[in-house]
């Protein structure tokens, strides 16, 4: 074996993977689906486990126990159990949530990009405007309009019709 330097780095790099992963969205999404499967699988085995328990803990007396005892003595157990489903299923709506912002921050980031763009060609057209052709007249040549104010066109031709002052 040979310690020369060929370029590789000695050891691999174990996060390389995870990099790739979360630069992109669509594996990011399926590596956090396949966490998803295994905590809905451990979530199912614990509430079976959870129910035994409970069966097994409030059915296991003590001679000489009142009513409620075995209950209270089981209680501790159960909860236990109850506090860990409850973080599972904080876990799932978790792994769910960031898939899905995951998504939405890829195509936040594609309409940044797009708006960006149009912001810059709205600047370019208002710092070097188009050159606009002369507004052409729609109305006949010539023709007085029914509204002759200040704001008509005139001509020197047609001024013996217009009202005076």
Known sequence: ???????????????????????????????????????????????VLQRETRVHCRGTRVEGDKMGQAFLRSFPVEKSLNDILKNLKSVTSGLEKSAHKRHAHDEKVKEVKKQRKEKDQLKERKNNPPLQAAPENSGPQGAQSPNMGYGGPTSIYNLDRRESA
């Open 1 to 47: 074996m040979s310690t020369e330097n060929t370029g590789k780095p000695f050891f691999e790099d174990p996060d390389e993977s995870l990099r790739q992963i979360a630069q992109n969205p669509a594996a990011y999404a399926h590596y956090l689906a396949d966490f998803h499967r295994v905590v809905l699988d451990m979530q199912a085995k614990l509430e």
